[in-house]
């Protein structure tokens, strides 16, 4: 027998793995539904996979009296709206002040212990601040996303620049580099796969702060929802949504590691993940 | 063509002094090789030469002006390890010298000259037998391969001064030979001056013209740091004899005893 460290599932056995989880899970779930609606056929709690269906098909494809829309689809078109703007907005904050700092040993003296304070400070403690500035709008929610993270990911990627091997960053001196082509051929195209690694790790947070600014003021959205529902005890329909939520977190996960590997194809692919 | 003159070289981190009083004259077109025990300043030295340390106290003169105190392209480096960029090919490696000169800006080249550059970088690195592999990334090149790929990149800017720190010590003894030969060829062919840290004293004594042995004259075993090192021995490669070979040997390993007792 192999050491368990290396003993690697093949690949349908490894999806098998997978599953497992799920289906103990989704079993548990069934079975403690059926046992509640045995006993009351109006339990909210735990309510039964045709009932969260109905809701949904209703969501997604019924417009609403209301205002006409199909729900489901414009809160997650709203949500994935203010996601994707408020993180490509840290990321690109986070790309150029993080770099200057890495690289830049005066910008960094200057900087780094403000953006070490801005850190500290908990991101939902400024919501409402936001709300007085920006409004109730879009404005503040993308505001709380970019807060929230930014300093996170401005920490990160500075922490990776200057782990980059100094002995990298001599040899493009003796080539002949000045400051401005060492950030851009040398420092530039190495922290980006890493950005990307950054921006996954930080993906569970920006889903954290959407949801509580959606959860507060919003008239749309995947939080908003499940807030709303919430007074009806609708569990049928935020059962569902939670689930959708997580399918999505995943999904861009997926996303971005697949492209920081087709994008950056000289990382090295011996690393444990590829296996 | 550019000759250095040290004089009086002090350096010192803190209490550490690593240096000491050290006088050296070095014409263009030497192949100066530096051993010693490990820890005595070798790398410091090269520092120094390079331009990323300061010196405490002295002077380091290059054709008579004080060194330039940070790196350039007068004076090319080959570290042991992480001297090429991993997100580079080989080509691209060593194309990057002369793009950074053709383009301020973007350090970037394009169309006819980016071609030109392009036959430049590969006959060099035809000539550093690295012809086969120029679309490799170097995370896919042997030890050996990759510091080729790390001369080729310095070669292209045509340096003055080449200072190599240990190139070749993580190599097994045959591709070590190889380089030898790789080195000694370009050596000749370029005539530019060699600085080469080794701590193989023999491979000191086969290559280059001249060999600089890094010790302390004087120790003191209560406080290691007190006294620095300076140069020893600086013998001709021709007039080295297997004699001296061992009095060289046995001096140093004479102090290492001195040290651990
Ligand atoms: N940045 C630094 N700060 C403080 N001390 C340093 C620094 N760099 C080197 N030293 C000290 O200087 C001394 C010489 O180091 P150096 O790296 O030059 O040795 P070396 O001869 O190259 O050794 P080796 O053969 O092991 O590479 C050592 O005692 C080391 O601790
Ligand atoms: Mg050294």
């Given at each position: 027998?192999?050491?368990?460290?290396?003993?690697?599932?093949?690949?349908?056995?490894?999806i098998?793995l997978?599953?497992i989880?799920?289906?103990?899970?989704l079993?548990?779930?069934?079975?403690?539904?059926?046992e509640r609606l045995e006993?009351?056929p109006?339990?909210?709690?735990?309510?039964a996979?045709?009932?969260?269906?109905?809701s949904?098909?209703?969501?997604?494809?019924?417009?609403?009296?209301?205002?006409?829309?199909y729900l489901f689809?414009?809160d997650?078109?709203s949500s994935?709206?203010r996601?994707?703007?408020g993180?490509?907005?840290?990321?690109?904050?986070s790309?150029?002040?993080g770099i200057?700092?890495?690289?830049i040993?005066?910008i960094?003296?200057?900087?780094a212990?403000?953006?070490?304070a801005?850190?500290?400070i908990?991101?939902?403690?400024i919501l409402?601040?936001?709300?007085i500035?920006f409004g109730?709008g879009?404005?503040s929610?993308?505001?709380?996303i970019?807060?929230?993270?930014?300093?996170?990911l401005?920490r990160?990627?500075q922490?990776?620049?200057?782990?980059?091997?100094?002995?990298?960053?001599?040899?493009?001196q003796?080539?002949?580099a000045?400051?401005?082509?060492?950030?851009?051929?040398?420092?530039?195209?190495q922290?980006?796969?890493k950005?990307i690694?950054?921006?996954r790790?930080?993906?569970?947070?920006?889903?954290?702060?959407l949801?509580a600014?959606e959860?507060?003021?919003?008239?749309?959205?995947l939080?908003?929802?499940i807030?709303?529902v919430r007074?009806y005890?609708?569990?049928?329909v935020i059962?569902?949504y939670v689930v959708?939520?997580?399918?999505?977190?995943f999904?861009?996960d997926?996303?971005?590691r697949?492209?920081?590997?087709s994008?950056f194809?000289?990382?090295i692919?011996a690393?444990?993940e590829?296996? | 063509?550019?000759t250095?003159e040290?004089?009086?070289?002090?350096k010192?981190?803190g209490?550490n002094?690593v240096l000491e009083?050290l006088?050296l004259s070095?014409k263009?077109?030497?192949?100066v090789t530096?051993?010693?025990t490990s820890g005595?300043?070798?790398?410091?030295?090269?520092?120094l030469?390079?331009g990323i340390?300061?010196?405490?106290?002295?002077?380091?003169?290059l054709?008579?002006e004080p060194l330039?105190?940070e790196p350039?392209?007068?004076?090319?480096?080959?570290?042991?390890r992480y001297?090429?960029f991993p997100?580079?090919?080989?080509v691209?490696?060593v194309?990057?010298?002369?793009e950074?000169e053709s383009?301020?800006?973007?350090?970037?080249?394009f169309?006819?000259?980016?071609q030109a550059?392009r036959e430049?970088?590969?006959k060099?690195?035809?000539?550093?037998?690295?012809?086969d592999?120029i679309?490799?990334y170097?995370?896919?090149?042997?030890?050996?391969?990759?510091q080729r790929?790390?001369?080729a990149q310095?070669l292209?800017?045509?340096?003055?001064i080449?200072?190599l720190?240990?190139?070749?010590?993580?190599l097994d003894?045959g591709?070590?030979?190889d380089?030898?030969?790789l080195i000694?060829?370009?050596w000749?062919e370029?005539?530019?001056?060699?600085?080469?840290i080794?701590?193989?004293l023999k491979?000191?004594f086969h290559l280059g013209?001249?060999l600089?042995?890094?010790?302390?004259?004087?120790h003191d075993p209560?406080q290691?740091?007190?006294?620095?090192a300076?140069?020893?021995?600086?013998?001709p490669?021709?007039?080295?004899?297997?004699?001296?070979?061992d009095?060289?040997t046995?001096s140093?390993?004479?102090?290492?005893?001195?040290?651990?007792?």
């Amino acid at each position: 027998m192999k050491r368990l460290i290396n003993q690697h599932p093949r690949r349908i056995g490894k999806i098998l793995l997978g599953l497992i989880p799920f289906l103990l899970i989704l079993g548990v779930y069934s079975f403690a539904s059926n046992e509640r609606l045995e006993i009351n056929p109006n339990d909210k709690l735990m309510p039964a996979f045709s009932t969260m269906a109905d809701s949904m098909h209703r969501m997604m494809f019924e417009p609403s009296k209301r205002s006409g829309e199909y729900l489901f689809w414009t809160d997650t078109s709203s949500s994935l709206k203010r996601l994707g703007l408020g993180v490509a907005i840290s990321a690109f904050i986070s790309l150029v002040v993080g770099i200057f700092l890495g690289i830049i040993p005066k910008i960094r003296a200057g900087v780094a212990p403000l953006i070490t304070a801005v850190s500290l400070i908990p991101p939902l403690a400024i919501l409402p601040i936001l709300f007085i500035i920006f409004g109730l709008g879009e404005v503040s929610k993308v505001m709380l996303i970019v807060l929230g993270i930014t300093p996170f990911l401005i920490r990160d990627t500075q922490l990776r620049v200057m782990e980059l091997p100094e002995e990298q960053i001599i040899k493009a001196q003796t080539l002949g580099a000045n400051s401005w082509q060492v950030i851009t051929r040398v420092v530039l195209p190495q922290i980006l796969p890493k950005l990307i690694d950054a921006l996954r790790l930080s993906l569970g947070s920006a889903w954290l702060f959407l949801i509580a600014a959606e959860a507060i003021s919003s008239t749309s959205g995947l939080g908003y929802r499940i807030f709303l529902v919430r007074r009806y005890l609708s569990m049928d329909v935020i059962l569902p949504y939670v689930v959708w939520i997580a399918i999505l977190a995943f999904a861009a996960d997926y996303l971005l590691r697949r492209l920081s590997r087709s994008a950056f194809p000289w990382q090295i692919t011996a690393t444990r993940e590829a296996k | 063509m550019k000759t250095i003159e040290i004089k009086h070289l002090w350096k010192e981190y803190g209490d550490n002094i690593v240096l000491e009083d050290l006088n050296l004259s070095v014409k263009a077109g030497e192949f100066v090789t530096l051993v010693g025990t490990s820890g005595c300043g070798k790398t410091t030295f090269l520092k120094l030469l390079l331009g990323i340390e300061t010196v405490t106290r002295g002077k380091i003169l290059l054709d008579d002006e004080p060194l330039v105190d940070e790196p350039d392209a007068t004076r090319g480096i080959v570290f042991q390890r992480y001297s090429s960029f991993p997100h580079l090919n080989v080509v691209e490696n060593v194309m990057l010298g002369e793009e950074f000169e053709s383009s301020p800006l973007f350090g970037r080249s394009f169309g006819k000259k980016r071609q030109a550059i392009r036959e430049r970088a590969i006959k060099i690195l035809k000539r550093v037998g690295l012809g086969d592999a120029i679309d490799k990334y170097p995370s896919e090149l042997s030890g050996g391969m990759q510091q080729r790929l790390a001369i080729a990149q310095a070669l292209i800017k045509n340096p003055s001064i080449l200072l190599l720190d240990e190139p070749f010590g993580a190599l097994d003894p045959g591709i070590r030979a190889d380089m030898h030969e790789l080195i000694l060829d370009i050596w000749k062919e370029t005539k530019l001056t060699i600085f080469m840290i080794t701590h193989d004293l023999k491979e000191g004594f086969h290559l280059g013209t001249r060999l600089l042995v890094f010790d302390k004259r004087r120790h003191d075993p209560d406080q290691p740091n007190r006294y620095g090192a300076t140069i020893t021995y600086d013998i001709p490669v021709e007039k080295t004899d297997n004699e001296t070979l061992d009095e060289i040997t046995g001096s140093m390993s004479n102090k290492k005893q001195e040290a651990t007792l």
